[in-house]
């Protein structure tokens, strides 16, 4: 009777097994197939293929004094007409504010003196507000930290910039 129920046993669990390789081998298939139909043909459309390339591109290259760096050139133009263009928008100090220095002056990242900080801000401030507008358009390297060019906005236009410093510097007067 135990010889019964072992063979029993062995049978229902070969059962369920063959059972959920089935299944597997189904869901697979599935997979595959609606995978097939919704992705089907966009590597054969041109501007897919393009964007793909534009958005996956180096964003720098390597020039070395004394080598043959001719190729840089043309890559370097091809880059050029993909980069971001300068908004023609001028945007108020509180826009570019909360939309990018935020980022930074909020919470005192990279050395950034923080919005509102007297302190932090009143050397700064001394030197004039021609030389704090060329510092957020050109970016700064400094002993305290790192100011980006345009804070890392090159799609700014400088009068927006110049509005976000003047803002800023306004809050911690």
């Known amino acids: 009777m135990s010889k019964k129920h072992d063979n029993q046993f062995i049978t229902m669990v070969s059962v369920v097994i063959g059972g959920l390789i089935g299944l597997a081998i189904g869901i697979f298939v599935f997979a595959r197939d609606v995978g097939n139909h919704t992705s089907g043909g966009r590597l054969d459309d ?9 958005r996956t591109a180096p964003i720098g290259r390597l020039a070395i004094a004394g080598q043959d760096n001719s190729a840089l050139a043309i890559i370097g133009s091809a880059a050029a007409m ?13 826009e570019v504010y909360k939309g990018t220095c935020l980022a930074c002056h909020g919470t005192g990242v990279g050395g950034a003196p923080k919005y509102g900080d007297r302190a932090a801000w009143a050397p700064r401030l001394a030197q004039g507000a021609a030389l704090l507008h060329q510092h957020a358009l050109a970016g700064l390297t400094g002993k305290a930290g790192v100011m980006p060019a345009k804070g890392g906005r090159a799609d700014l236009s400088d009068q927006s910039v110049i509005n976000a410093v003047d803002y800023i510097a306004a809050a911690a007067r």
């Open 46 to 54: 041109p501007d897919y293929v393009r964007e793909v390339r534009e």
């Open 82 to 94: 993909t980069a971001p263009a300068v908004s023609t928008a001028v945007l108020s100090g509180a």
